[in-house]
């Protein structure tokens, strides 16, 4: 299972840090993704990271978030910098699980978190 928090009002130029824990018998997490999706548009990837370093970004967010990790935790972050009102969506994250329990392992999604960008 996934669960997103962190997400909220926020006024344009802000910040705001969403977490995203993976719980369940998880043995590691190979890869992590945030996307999002706004209204009436398709979900877009924000950024993504690996175990091996891996690190990707949409243009729209380059030098503004920042993805991180902490595997201890089975938890992931996105600082989000800078924010303008064309960020406002809905975040999601996704987790390459690494399970012994076949129905827990693959990717997952979690159930989102609201971000809004306003004055």
């Known amino acids: 299972q996934l669960v997103e928090s962190g997400g909220g009002l926020v006024q344009p130029g802000g910040s705001l840090r969403l977490s995203c824990a993976a719980s369940?018998?998880?043995?590691?997490?190979?890869?992590w993704g945030w996307y999002r999706q706004a209204p009436g548009k398709q979900r877009e990837l924000v950024a993504a990271?690996?175990?091996?370093?891996?690190?990707d970004y949409a243009d729209f967010v380059k030098g503004r978030f920042t993805i991180s990790r902490d595997d201890a935790k089975n938890t992931v972050y996105l600082q989000m910098n800078s924010l303008n009102s064309e960020d406002t969506a809905v975040y999601y994250c996704?987790?390459?699980?690494?399970?012994?329990?076949?129905?827990?392992?693959?990717?997952?999604w979690g159930q989102g978190t609201q971000v809004t960008v306003s004055s």
């Open positions: 996704n987790a390459d699980i690494n399970s012994p329990i076949a129905a827990m392992g693959g990717w997952h």
């Open positions: 369940g018998s998880i043995s590691s997490i190979y890869a």
């Open positions: 990271t690996g175990t091996d370093g891996y690190l």
